[in-house]
């Protein structure tokens, strides 16, 4: 079984480090700083501890248990479940843009295989 984690951040990044201690795990985001920044074994939001990152990193994408991060699509082909952890933040009348969402279907659907499983993990405001 291997894991896509979609966005890494203040959901998916915790998500992914936890996957990663028994899973072998992909982190993709489109921020090509983030992903430098996570690879290196640092989190600047502070959502993980440094610590607990740089004990499931992977200097390369493998199949063994830990997390991988990167920005490049075909990293993630392989993966056989895809939770997409994207924000749904709100315009200024309050309602959900979901285009990140929207977004990010359009990108895992271009790597979907039969019978793999896509996961939505995000919040939208009340």
């Not at 985001?29 to 074994?41: F, K, M, T, Y």
């Not at 991060?69 to 709100?90: A, K, M």
């Amino acid at each position: 079984m291997k894991i896509a984690v979609i966005g890494l951040g203040y959901v998916g990044l915790p998500l992914a480090r936890l996957f990663a201690t028994k899973y072998s795990v992909v982190g993709f985001d489109i921020n090509q700083p983030r992903v430098d920044e996570l690879n290196s074994g640092k989190d600047s939001t502070l959502e993980v501890e440094d610590d607990l990152l740089q004990a499931v990193l992977l200097k390369s994408p493998s199949t063994d248990t830990g997390l991988y991060c990167t920005t490049d699509l075909e990293q993630i082909r392989d993966c056989n479940y895809y939770v997409v952890t994207v924000p749904t933040p709100v315009d200024k009348n309050n309602r959900p843009d979901l285009t990140p969402l929207y977004k990010s279907s359009e990108t895992v659907g271009k790597v979907l295989k039969k019978g793999d499983i896509v996961i939505y993990e995000s919040t939208v405001y009340p």
